[in-house]
């Protein structure tokens, strides 16, 4: 998906801050984006599958063990991306909205249908999400986020 994301930036030629010309801005974003697959992706997805896709195909809970150290290993991970990537800026790559930034809170999307709300007691985080979704639109994002939000009735 990070292929197809920089590959749209450049046929379309969008807006410099999606993926900023400035090298040290670009540096950011793409250091993110490496960092996130193993980090970000991988503990949120694990969350996400043993909350809710793991039961709904079995019909059986997940162990409540696995499922504690599973949230364990995603509190360590958001701390790193609050410590190491949004440190005091506005956004991941500086004051503006980047790729790394739609790609990190549509990855913390996950966890938060799957009802564990990553947000709660981290006004850091919440913060940002608030200015990533009015930098993309409130609108859109609920729109983007539909199906997934709706995944537990299934």
């Given at each position: 998906?990070?292929a ?12 410099d ?11 950011r ?6 960092w ?6 991988a503990?949120?997805s694990?969350l996400?599958?043993t909350?809710?896709l ?8 997940f162990?409540?063990?696995?499922l ?5 290993e ?7 991306f609050?410590e190491?990537?949004?440190?005091d800026?506005p956004?991941?790559a500086?004051?503006?909205i980047?790729?790394?930034d739609l ?5 913390l999307?996950?966890?938060?249908c ?17 200015r ?5 639109g ?11 939000m709706n995944?537990?009735?299934?």
């Amino acid at each position: 998906s990070i292929a197809i994301l920089l590959y749209l930036v450049h046929k379309f030629k969008t807006p410099d801050h999606w993926y900023p010309s400035d090298l040290q801005k670009r540096a950011r974003v793409d250091e993110y984006l490496s960092w996130q697959h193993a980090n970000i992706r991988a503990k949120g997805s694990k969350l996400f599958l043993t909350k809710v896709l793991l039961p709904l195909l079995t019909g059986q809970p997940f162990p409540p063990e696995k499922l504690e150290f599973a949230i364990e290993e995603l509190n360590i991970v958001l701390k790193q991306f609050e410590e190491k990537f949004l440190q005091d800026k506005p956004f991941i790559a500086g004051s503006e909205i980047s790729l790394a930034d739609l790609v990190a809170l549509v990855e913390l999307m996950q966890p938060v249908c799957a009802g564990y709300n990553l947000f709660e007691e981290r006004p850091k985080l919440t913060e940002w999400r608030r200015r990533v979704e009015e930098a993309v639109g409130k609108q859109l994002f609920q729109e983007a986020h539909e199906e997934i939000m709706n995944v537990k009735s299934l």
